[in-house]
C-alpha cells in the first residue's frame, strides 16, 4: 500500500538577522533532514524536547511553514511548492489540531460558524446542508447540537478541543496533524480526547502524526513512533519496540525521565546533563554526543549519521555515540 | 509523635466575584511534618494553588479573602499575622517557587543581584558578602560557571536553568517549608527529573519540608511521603502515597489514577474516563461534588457534606455512601 504521506530529507531553516544592518548572520535550522512515511490508517507519533522542532515540522507538513529542502509527497503528489490555490483543494485532506483550543478557535464566532467556515470555503453552499452537517459533527465529537449557537469562552478546555476536532473532521479529512493536541488538558480530559481521537481513527480511516512531548500519551496513540532530537530523527519504529527496546542513547534517556505514578518502582534514572543544543549553531557531529561529551565524539564529525534498518522496521542512527557496542557493529557493517 | 510543621485546619478561601462570594477552598485540613514532602494533587480550579496562596498570604487582592480556618506554622497561626509580620515568614521561613519562573525573576537585575538581595534584606550582609552568598547559592543547585552565570539577567537563562535560580531564592534563607506549584511543569522531562532530582537532594541536606503542588501523579508517585487529593474545593482523600496508589478509597481518586496512559498499557485501547466535567464554582452543592458530576440524583447526597473519615492509620477519606461505599467491591 502506497503511504499517504511520504517525507523526504526536508530541511526548514529560518534565518537569523543581527548586527546594526539586520543581514543574515546565521539560520536555525528547526528541521534538518527528516524522512519518513505515513500509511493510510496509521498514527505516527512524534515525540522530542522543546525546540527539536517537532512543531515546525508539523507546520511544513500542513503548509503553514515553506520547506527550504526535500520534498513532501501527499497522496502521491508532490506538495512541497505548491502555492496557495494549488494547496487549497488539498486542505480538505489535510488538517491540523493544535495545542491551545483558546487561541485557535475565533472568539466571537458560534461554535456553529466555527465548524461551517471550512464547509463554506469548499463549495457547500445550501445554508441547510451545512446545519445538518454540523450538527452532525457536533454529534460525533459528543457535543449537544444546543452547543451550536453558544460562544467558545462558554466551554471548558476538554470541549473546546473537541470543538477544534469537529472543524478538523468537517471536510473528510485524510491525515491530522495533531500538534500537542492533549497537552493543555487535565487527566481526566485528556483520556476522553485521547478515546474520542482513536474512536474517530478507526470510523473515518484516518492517518495522524500526533506530536507531542508526553511519552505515555504517544506511546498509547500511535503505531509508529520517531523521536527527534535537534532537527533530526533520530530513532523510529513500532511503538512497542522503542518503548520496550530503544537503541538510541537519547530515547533511553527520555524514557528513564518520565514519571511513572508507581511509587514502588525503584527507577534507574539516566540524568543529562544541560540543556539541548542550539538549533543556530549545532555541534558539527552527533549533536547527543556532543551533549554527554561522548569519547568518540570525533568520530562523527562529518561522518554519515543517517538512519539504518537496525531491525525490521526498527530505525536508529548510525552513531556510534548513541548506540551500544553490539549494535554498533551491527550498524557500522551496514554502513560499510 | 512529634508536632507537624504545618498544619492547615478547616481553612475556606472565597473570592469576591460578580456572582457573589465563591468558595475555592472549602474546609480544607491537613498536616505537613517535619522534613517530609506533601503533595497536593487535583485538576486545573480544585482550589490546590489557592491553598498554597492562602498560607502565603499571596491571594490576589482585594477579592480574595480567608473566611475561616487556621494555618499553623511554628506555634503561630499565619492567618492571623500583620503583613509585616508574614512578609517575614515568607522567604525566611517559608520559600515559595512558582510554575513560571519569569514571573518570580525580575526581568531588569541580574540573577545575582536578585538573589543578593535576599541576604541583604532578611540577613542583613554586606553587598559584597551577599553577592558572594548568592553565588555559593547558584553553585548548589548546579548552576555551571555560577561567578559568570550571576552577572547575566534572566532572559539570557534557558528555562531549566531560571527554574534553578528561582529554586535558588527559595532555599536561600534555608527556610523550613518550601511550597513548589507546578515547579516542573513547564519543562521537557528530562529538565524536569534534573530539577525533581535536585530538590529531593536539597531537602534531604536542608532537612526542610516540602510541599509539591501538581497535576502529575507521576511527580506524586516519585517525589511524594504523602498526598492530599483535592476535588472542587475539598479534600476528597488523603494518605501516604504508597497506600494511596495500592489502595485509593475515593472514587475520583480511583478515577484519576485509571485515566492516565501508562507505559504497560495495551496501545490503542479505550482508556477509562471520568464522566462529566467539574460544576462551575459557583453552582456547586454543598454536599458530594463528585456525585454531583456523576449526576447521581440522591437529593441527600447532595445536600448533606460527607464526612471526613480516617480509615486506617493516616489514611483519610471523604465518606459519601456513593463514591465511598462504590469502592467497597
Known sequence: MSPILSVRDLKVHFPVSGGIFHRQVGSVRAVDGVSFDIAPGETLGLVGESGCGKSTLGKAIVRLNDANEGSIHFKDRDITRLGRGAMRPLRKELQMIFQDPVESLNA??????IIEEPLLIHGMSSSGQRRKRVDELLEKVGLQSAAADRYPFEFSGGQRQRIGIARAIALNPKLIVCDEAVSALDVSVQSQVLNLLLELQSDLKLSYLFIAHNLAVVKHISDRVAVMYLGKIVEMADADAIYHRPKHAYTKALLSAIPEPDPTLEKKRILLEGD???????PKGSAFGHRISHPRYEETIGADLSL????????????????????????????? | MTEPLLQVRDLITAFDTDAGLVRAVDQVNFDIAR?????IVGESGCGKSVTAMSIVRLLPQPSGKILQGEVNFKGRDLTKLKPEQIRKVRG?????????PMTA?????????????CFMIHKNMSKRDAWHAGVEMLKLV????????????????????????????ALALRPDLVIADEPTTALDVTVQAQILDLMK???AEMGMSLMLITHDLGVIAETCDEVVVMYAGRVVERAPVKELFARPLHAYTRGLLASIPRMETERKTVLPVIPGMVASLKDLVPGCRFCQRLDRQISRLLRERPPFIQVSPGHWVEACPSCYASTEV
Open chain 2, 35 to 39: 522534613g517530609k514532602t506533601l503533595g
Open chain 2, 92 to 100: 525566611n521561613e517559608i520559600g515559595v517557587i512558582f510554575q513560571e
Open chain 2, 142 to 169: 548546579k548552576i555551571p560557571a555560577p561567578e559568570l552565570r550571576a552577572g547575566d539577567y534572566p532572559h539570557q537563562l534557558s528555562g531549566g536553568m531560571r527554574q534553578r535560580v528561582v529554586i535558588a531564592m
Open chain 1, 308 to 336: 539504518r534498518e537496525i531491525e525490521p522496521r526498527h530505525w536508529v542512527a548510525a552513531d556510534p555515540c548513541c548506540l551500544e557496542a553490539a549494535d554498533w557493529e551491527r550498524i557500522s557493517k551496514m554502513v560499510a
Open chain 1, 108 to 113: 466571537r464566532h458560534s461554535v456553529r460558524e
Open chain 2, 201 to 203: 537532594r536539597l531537602q
Open chain 1, 276 to 282: 539541548v543544543p542550539s538549533p543556530i549553531d549545532p
Open chain 2, 105 to 117: 525573576l525580575n526581568p531588569v537585575h541580574r540573577i545575582g543581584k536578585q538573589l543578593a538581595e
